[in-house]
């Protein structure tokens, strides 16, 4: 079974930084492409960033770009999100998720619970 | 960017009804698109891809249609658990937007 499990998420003052974690288990990681999209009440579902299963190429949304930085560790099966110089506009729940094929087809078939992350002084 | 538009961004329906969801693409992704539903306080769930291809597991009364700029989700025989919010995004190219979200309500 696919399990996806975000960790690191907590309220953080503007300026800050912080780095999400999301262990992977049921499936072989190496193999697929990563994915962290947020959600906020106004903006709905955001597309932050994602990573090829070789983590040769990352990709970013330019809302994020030069802030976050994507990587994943293949010996503990795990996906990072390095969060620095947050904004308020950063607040969000961010979740990890799965491509649901080998390559980067960004078609996520396994998303985890998700972490809150708040930015405010 | 490549935005997507869904309508209706609500939606009453009832148990039994059939129901239609369109969303559209500011320019054409081919038949790269995909359908997610959410429950609150829960993480998306995967439905469909390329437009018309039922993830395993997902009850055959969801089916999707379309390509290039025009795509559609349809629930035949709506069942209490699929009063949720329905997203449509591409996955044509990066950025690999979302629609904004259509609420199918009771």
């Known amino acids: 079974e696919v399990q996806l499990l975000e960790s690191g998420g907590s309220l953080i003052q503007p300026g800050g930084s912080l780095r999400l974690s999301c262990e992977a288990s049921?499936?072989?990681?190496?193999?697929?492409?990563m994915t962290w999209v947020r959600q906020t009440p106004g903006k709905g579902l955001e597309w932050v960033s994602t990573?090829?299963?070789?983590?040769?190429?990352?990709y970013y949304a330019d809302s994020v770009k030069g802030r976050f930085t994507i990587s994943r560790d293949k010996s503990k099966n795990t996906l990072y999100l390095q969060m620095n110089s947050l904004r308020a506009e950063d607040t969000a729940v961010y979740y990890c998720?799965?491509?649901?094929?080998?390559?980067?087809?960004?078609?996520?078939?396994?998303w985890g619970q998700g972490t809150l992350v708040t930015v405010s002084s | 960017d490549i935005q997507m538009t869904q309508s209706p961004s609500s939606l009453s329906a009832s148990v039994g009804d059939r129901v239609t969801i369109t969303c559209r693409a500011s320019?054409?992704?081919?038949?790269?698109l995909n359908w997610y539903q959410q429950k609150p306080g829960k993480a998306p769930k995967f439905l469909i891809y390329?437009?018309?291809s039922l993830q395993s597991g997902v009850p055959s009364r969801f089916s999707g249609s379309g390509s290039g700029t025009e795509f559609s989700l349809t629930i035949t025989s709506l069942q209490p658990e699929d009063f949720a919010t329905y997203y449509c995004?591409?996955?044509?190219?990066?950025?690999?937007?979302f629609g904004q979200g259509t609420k199918l309500e009771i």
């Open positions: 998720a799965k491509d649901r094929a080998s390559g980067l087809v960004a078609t996520f078939d396994y």
């Open positions: 049921g499936f072989t990681f190496r193999s697929y492409a």
């Open positions: 990573i090829s299963g070789s983590a040769t190429s990352t």
């Open positions: 320019q054409s992704v081919s038949s790269y």
């Open positions: 390329a437009a018309s």
């Open positions: 995004q591409q996955s044509y190219s990066n950025p690999y937007t």
